[in-house]
Structures are given as structure tokens and as C-alpha cells.
């Protein structure tokens, strides 16, 4: 391998300084530049947030890059506007959703160097929306701070991991309050980002909201699209990853970016530190074990219960492997005669196509749940994993330890296209 330019302490940290800004496992894109393979997601979403009227509501699997979504929108966002982002929990109320947002208007405009850019009218608006936004109850109570909010140029609040709020009432009471601002045309924008497979599992059919509410669907990315988050990093590091490296990090990606900047990033770290050119495959076995060892307290912990047995020669594991390649449709299920393929390619043997619906059925039941089942049709049951990181994470812990035969990755295809 060749070595680098990197002639000492200070190239390494310049050097991991950029590794950090182009590949970002646990911290959103935020940069038009950065954000691979949704030209079309960004462009409907920007529409929609300077479309009069008009709300949005991005939604997908975890770890397909909504949140970067959002905030690339909002770096486009005009600068002198209010764009703000929180997060969601399970116990998210009415008045802590609003109390988060007026906390953050005021750390990141009132109360920071931003402020000296604002008029005297600007600041007056935007504190007694703050004060507003700080007491509200009710629908009724939002409207007249978000009107404030969007006193010169229209505000844009992003509400993230909505998914996660367990209060039926705050979901419908968002809904309402989407409904109630396309109609007094307020000037204020909420954008709605939670991990689900369409917009009923987080609106449940509210049928006012459709005409006002912009979806914008993340489908998982194709290998190629995957490809150009790996190319940005090598023409910004000017190090050259090898094409079988690069190759596996994609398809053992599943169509999730997240993976794709963890395990890439781990390779080029490897590669920085050692003052290296290029990257090979022990570059890779290695980001590999240690993408997997990062991520065992959560899904390895979960997945070691579920094929955990006494008894030898069980299959739970080469099940898990097999229907972390099958492909899935739209929604993430896949079939049982799918993991045929990779089961008869890792034991040399051929199976029936029902071999293992008792493992398929207990990782739905007393094995996890690690899976979900449903029933399609006269006999017909599709399965898919609970936690859509969880196929991604069974390959690249496998391939850690051996190397994925040929015949596997020919399995892998990109679910959901």
C-alpha cells in the first residue's frame, strides 16, 4: 500500500478534521454537496417549505438519512428566517414540544451573536413569540407565535423522530395545528421527519391534513448512490479506496447511508492514522470489527438473544444471515423461499423452501421478537426484521469474522426499490 502526504501530528488532525466533515455516521449531512442520491427528496422538500400553505412530512427507515433531509433544507433556508430542529422522546407533551422549540429560538437567535443581525422589530417579535410558545396548551395557543415567527421572512421548525412520541393526543393536536396554518396562512413551516413506512402509521389516515401536507418519501439508495458518498471522501482525502472494498461497503449497506459513512469511515481513519493512499481489504475487515463491536451493546446484544441454543448444529444464525440478504419489497418483508439461496450457498445443501419457517416464526414470538410476521393471501406469510438496521448489521458482523462467499453478496439487492 502506498503511503501518503501526511507528514506528521498536525496533517493527521487536519486530516481527520475532513474525514469528519465528509463522512458522518452519527451526525447529520448538512450540506447540499454531501448528501448523495436525493436530488429529487431535497428539491420536493425545498418546494414545499416556500410553497405558501404548505407543510412536509419525511418519513422512511431508520438510518436512511432523514434528518440529514431536513437539515440540508434548512442550510438553504434564508439566513435571516427562523429555522430551528428538535427532537422528539416518548414522553414529548404538548407543552414540551413548544417549551423545546421556544428554548431553542432563543439560544440560537436571541440570545447568540446572530441577534446583533436582527432589527429592533425583529427581536421584539421573535421574544414575545418566545414567551407565547413557553405557556401554550392548545392548537389555538401556537398560532399566534408562529405568525410572530414569520414576521419578516417565513420561519421553518423541523419536529424530528416524531415517531417517538408515545401521546396519541400530540400527534393529533400536530396534525390540527398543520390544518389550522395552511388555512389562516400563516407563515410558518413545520416539517414532520419520523421512521415509518407511509404517512397513516404517523397521521392515521387524517384525511384534513392531505391537501397541506407535502410526503416525501426516503427510499433506501441504490449501491450507486451509495458509491458517491464513498467517491466525496477519497476526491476530499485524496485516498483511493479499492473497488471491491468500496463495493462491499455499499451492498452490505442494504440501501442505508448510515452504514456506509460508519464502516467508510473507519476505513479511512485506518488508513489516515497509518499515513496510507489507498485502502485495501484489510482496511475493511478491520472498520468491520470494529462497526460491529461499536454497535453490540444494541442491536449484538438483541440478535445474540435470539440465536442463542444449547443445541449444536442449530441454524438460528445462518437463518439471521440468510434473511439479512433476502430481498424485500417496499416495506421490508421478504419471502421464506428467499433465503434458500444463501443457506444451500453457506452449508453446501439443499433445502425446501419451508426449512426454516420454525426459526422464522420464533424470532416473532419467543426469540425476540427480533421479526414480524404477516399474513398475505390463502397460506402466505412474509417476514422482516423489527429494527431496519438490524439485516446490515447481522452482514457486517459476519463478514468481520470470514469473509461473505461470492455467491452471497450476488444475493444482496437494495430493499424497498
Same mark, same amino acid.
Given at each position: 500500500?502506498?503511503?501518503?502526504?501526511?507528514?506528521?501530528?498536525?496533517?493527521?488532525?487536519?486530516?481527520?478534521?475532513?474525514?469528519?466533515?465528509?463522512?458522518?455516521?452519527?451526525?447529520?449531512?448538512?450540506?447540499?454537496?454531501?448528501?448523495?442520491?436525493?436530488?429529487?427528496?431535497?428539491?420536493?422538500?425545498?418546494?414545499?417549505?416556500?410553497?405558501?400553505?404548505?407543510?412536509?412530512?419525511?418519513?422512511?427507515?431508520?438510518?436512511?438519512?432523514?434528518?440529514?433531509?431536513?437539515?440540508?433544507?434548512?442550510?438553504?433556508?434564508?439566513?435571516?428566517?427562523?429555522?430551528?430542529?428538535?427532537?422528539?422522546?416518548?414522553?414529548?407533551?404538548?407543552?414540551?414540544?413548544?417549551?423545546?422549540?421556544?428554548?431553542?429560538?432563543?439560544?440560537?437567535?436571541?440570545?447568540?451573536?446572530?441577534?446583533?443581525?436582527?432589527?429592533?422589530?425583529?427581536?421584539?417579535?421573535?421574544?414575545?413569540?418566545?414567551?407565547?410558545?413557553?405557556?401554550?396548551?392548545?392548537?389555538?395557543?401556537?398560532?399566534?407565535?408562529?405568525?410572530?415567527?414569520?414576521?419578516?421572512?417565513?420561519?421553518?421548525?423541523?419536529?424530528? #423522530?416524531?415517531?417517538?412520541?408515545?401521546?396519541?393526543?400530540?400527534?393529533?393536536?400536530?396534525?390540527?395545528?398543520?390544518?389550522?396554518?395552511?388555512?389562516?396562512?400563516?407563515? $410558518?413551516?413545520?416539517?414532520?421527519?419520523?421512521?415509518?413506512?407511509?404517512?397513516?402509521?404517523?397521521?392515521? #389516515?387524517?384525511?384534513?391534513?392531505?391537501?397541506?401536507?407535502?410526503?416525501?418519501?426516503?427510499?433506501?439508495?441504490?449501491?450507486?448512490?451509495?458509491?458517491?458518498?464513498?467517491?466525496?471522501?477519497?476526491?476530499?482525502?485524496?485516498?483511493?479506496?479499492?473497488?471491491?472494498?468500496?463495493?462491499?461497503?455499499?451492498?452490505? $449497506?442494504?440501501?442505508?447511508?448510515?452504514?456506509?459513512?460508519?464502516?467508510?469511515?473507519?476505513?479511512?481513519?485506518?488508513?489516515?492514522?497509518?499515513?496510507?493512499?489507498?485502502?485495501?481489504?484489510?482496511?475493511?475487515?478491520?472498520?468491520?470489527?470494529?462497526?460491529?463491536?461499536?454497535?453490540? #451493546?444494541?442491536?449484538?446484544?438483541?440478535?445474540?438473544?435470539?440465536?442463542?441454543?444449547?443445541?449444536?448444529?442449530?441454524?438460528?444464525?445462518?437463518?439471521?444471515?440468510?434473511?439479512?440478504?433476502?430481498?424485500?419489497?417496499?416495506?421490508?418483508?421478504?419471502?421464506?423461499?428467499?433465503?434458500?439461496?444463501?443457506?444451500?450457498?453457506?452449508?453446501?445443501?439443499?433445502?425446501?423452501?419451508?426449512?426454516?419457517?420454525?426459526?422464522?416464526?420464533?424470532?416473532?414470538?419467543?426469540?425476540?421478537?427480533?421479526?414480524?410476521?404477516?399474513?398475505?393471501?390463502?397460506?402466505?406469510?412474509?417476514?422482516?426484521?423489527?429494527?431496519?438496521?438490524?439485516?446490515?448489521?447481522?452482514?457486517?458482523?459476519?463478514?468481520?469474522?470470514?469473509?461473505?462467499?461470492?455467491?452471497?453478496?450476488?444475493?444482496?439487492?437494495?430493499?424497498?426499490?
Amino acid at each position: 500500500m502506498k503511503r501518503g502526504d501526511v507528514a506528521g501530528p498536525s496533517g493527521i488532525e487536519e486530516m481527520q478534521q475532513r474525514l469528519d466533515y465528509v463522512l458522518r455516521p452519527n451526525k447529520p449531512i448538512d450540506s447540499e454537496a454531501l448528501l448523495a442520491g436525493r436530488a429529487d427528496q431535497l428539491q420536493d422538500l425545498t418546494t414545499a417549505i416556500r410553497m405558501p400553505g404548505a407543510h412536509a412530512l419525511v418519513y422512511g427507515d431508520r438510518g436512511v438519512g432523514k434528518t440529514s433531509l431536513a437539515a440540508t433544507a434548512q442550510s438553504l433556508h434564508p439566513g435571516r428566517a427562523i429555522s430551528v430542529r428538535i427532537n422528539c422522546a416518548p414522553d414529548t407533551s404538548w407543552s414540551s414540544l413548544w417549551g423545546s422549540i421556544a428554548a431553542e429560538i432563543s439560544s440560537d437567535y436571541l440570545s447568540s451573536p446572530h441577534a446583533d443581525q436582527l432589527s429592533d422589530a425583529q427581536i421584539g417579535a421573535y421574544t414575545q413569540a418566545v414567551d407565547g410558545l413557553d405557556r401554550v396548551t392548545n392548537v389555538a395557543q401556537v398560532v399566534a407565535p408562529l405568525r410572530l415567527l414569520g414576521f419578516e421572512s417565513p420561519s421553518l421548525i423541523v419536529i424530528d #423522530e416524531f415517531d417517538k412520541i408515545e401521546d396519541e393526543d400530540v400527534k393529533e393536536s400536530i396534525a390540527n395545528l398543520i390544518k389550522a396554518l395552511s388555512d389562516k396562512a400563516i407563515p $410558518s413551516t413545520l416539517v414532520v421527519v419520523g421512521v415509518a413506512h407511509n404517512a397513516d402509521e404517523l397521521f392515521f #389516515e387524517h384525511e384534513s391534513i392531505k391537501r397541506s401536507l407535502k410526503q416525501v418519501r426516503m427510499p433506501r439508495l441504490s449501491p450507486e448512490e451509495l458509491t458517491d458518498v464513498i467517491a466525496v471522501a477519497e476526491r476530499e482525502l485524496k485516498i483511493r479506496c479499492a473497488a471491491d472494498v468500496r463495493d462491499r461497503i455499499t451492498l452490505l $449497506s442494504r440501501g442505508l447511508p448510515f452504514y456506509t459513512h460508519l464502516v467508510a469511515w473507519y476505513c479511512f481513519e485506518g488508513a489516515i492514522l497509518e499515513r496510507r493512499s489507498s485502502i485495501g481489504s484489510d482496511d475493511l475487515r478491520e472498520a468491520q470489527r470494529r462497526a460491529s463491536r461499536g454497535l453490540q #451493546e444494541d442491536l449484538g446484544k438483541r440478535v445474540d438473544q435470539s440465536v442463542h441454543s444449547s443445541y449444536p448444529g442449530n441454524k438460528y444464525w445462518d437463518v439471521c444471515v440468510a434473511a439479512a440478504c433476502a430481498p424485500t419489497d417496499r416495506s421490508g418483508f421478504f419471502q421464506m423461499r428467499d433465503l434458500r439461496p444463501v443457506l444451500e450457498a453457506r452449508t453446501d445443501r439443499s433445502y425446501a423452501n419451508f426449512a426454516f419457517k420454525k426459526h422464522l416464526d420464533e424470532f416473532c414470538s419467543e426469540r425476540g421478537p427480533l421479526m414480524e410476521a404477516e399474513q398475505r393471501g390463502r397460506g402466505s406469510t412474509v417476514y422482516r426484521f423489527l429494527d431496519p438496521l438490524m439485516a446490515p448489521y447481522i452482514l457486517i458482523r459476519e463478514s468481520a469474522s470470514a469473509p461473505l462467499s461470492p455467491a452471497i453478496y450476488e444475493q444482496l439487492t437494495v430493499p424497498g426499490l
